[in-house]
């Protein structure tokens, strides 16, 4: 079975940075677009960046220049590096993975657990 574990979050201060990590277990042929997500109490789960298998990516407005999203295709393992941190990046942060299992021949799109990023002033 596949499964995706976010690790890394905890508790920083306002400007402070943290650098979070997506491990990949399972029968994996090979994964194309990965992303990292975010959701805060009460709201809805916000897309934060994607990367393509080449390496690719795309960031939203609200992070862009502090935010990095990097991945290594030998260890299939995503990393977003998250510096300058504000209150408001508080959340829950997910990390998404398409996914072509080598046991069911089939692709699949797999969420990990999440990791909780606490910023506080």
């Known amino acids: 079975q596949v499964q995706l574990v976010e690790s890394g979050g905890g508790f920083v201060k306002a400007g402070g940075s943290l650098r979070l990590s997506c491990a990949t277990t399972?029968?994996?042929?090979?994964?194309?677009?990965m992303a990292w997500y975010r959701q805060a109490p009460g709201k809805q789960r916000d897309l934060v960046g994607n990367i393509t298998r080449g390496g690719s990516t795309n960031y939203r407005d609200f992070v862009k220049g502090r935010f990095s999203i990097s991945r290594d295709n030998a260890k299939n393992t995503m990393y977003l590096e998250m510096n300058s941190l504000k209150p408001e990046d508080t959340a829950v942060y997910y990390c998404y993975a398409r996914v072509l299992d080598s046991r069911r021949r089939s692709w699949g799109d797999y969420w990990g657990q999440g990791t909780q990023v606490t910023v506080a002033s």
């Open positions: 399972g029968s994996i042929a090979v994964i194309t677009d």
